[in-house]
């Protein structure tokens, strides 16, 4: 079965972390960038970070510039997204995506289910 599977959301306190991960099976990624997304309560689904097939290359969102990190360990097919001092707007579905090229250009071809973050004031 072809999926990316994210993990690690849940419920925390502003000023937090969580680290979420997303892991595929079925599917190549260590070719494609990937990116994290995310989706708020009547709000578009908004590109948080995206990283080079590689993870020589990494971008962010101007809203988690200095908070998020995203990083992937190709071997275990897994993509990271290190959130910090997290705040009440964080709040979302958060989504992995894999690029359809190595270099992210906007075009994403599989999407994981999506794991909630919460974060209270």
């Known amino acids: 079965q072809v999926q990316l599977v994210e993990s690690g959301g849940g419920l925390v306190q502003a000023g937090g972390s969580l680290r979420l991960s997303c892991a595929a099976s079925?599917?190549?990624?260590?070719?494609?960038?990937m990116g994290w997304f995310r989706q708020a309560p009547g709000k578009e689904r908004e590109l948080v970070a995206a990283?080079?097939?590689?993870?020589?290359?990494?971008s962010y969102a101007d809203s988690v510039k200095g908070r998020f990190t995203i990083s992937r360990e190709n071997a275990k097919s897994t993509v990271y997204l290190q959130m910090n001092s997290l705040q009440p707007e964080d709040t979302a579905v958060y989504y992995c995506?894999?690029?359809?090229?190595?270099?992210?250009?906007?075009?994403?071809?599989?999407w994981g289910q999506g794991t909630q973050v919460t974060v209270s004031s």
């Open positions: 995506a894999r690029g359809d090229a190595p270099y992210y250009r906007g075009s994403w071809d599989y």
């Open positions: 079925g599917l190549t990624i260590s070719n494609y960038a």
């Open positions: 990283i080079t097939w590689s993870g020589g290359s990494t």
